[in-house]
């Protein structure tokens, strides 16, 4: 959730920075080395999908599934779901993705560690790991049966109505 929060804020925060030069804010130039720091870090820090994809692999998880979401919402390109077999299965998925992220920064000689946000680490049973436009859920078995998110999540989403609260 954070990183999808701190990608909104710095797609938000580019698109505003000719807009405020243009206009002569002079106190708003001072967050654009801020912002270039944050936005270079930010790019070289997060997984991408094959990195992702790797992870999941290595830690063989059960029945990966890639949806691309892009044209759903705004804050993430793809939602992965996996089947941890255990609960400590799932939490250790987890762990491994924050990890890869963690030596991928280090690699490139980040200034500050970005590291994913990572939901429901306590119970197991559901974890998210947000990484920016990866979006990776982690679930047990039943947990998956029971939420189905790929259905959710499915292209057959967008031919949904809106609906209207009166």
Known sequence: MLAALRNRFLNLAKSSQ???HQLGFRGLNQTSSYLSTLTNSSDEGLLNLQEVEKVLSDVKAD????????EQCDWTDFMVIATGRSTWHVRNIARALAYKAKQKQKETGAQR??????????????????????IVHALDEKARDYYNLENLWSSGMSHLEPVKVS
């Open 113 to 134: 560690l970005m590291l994913p946000s990572v939901q429901g680490q306590e119970t197991g049973k559901w974890v998210v790991v947000d990484s920016g436009k990866v």
């Open 63 to 70: 029945n990966v599934k890639v949806i691309p979401v892009g």
């Open 18 to 20: 000719s807009w405020n």
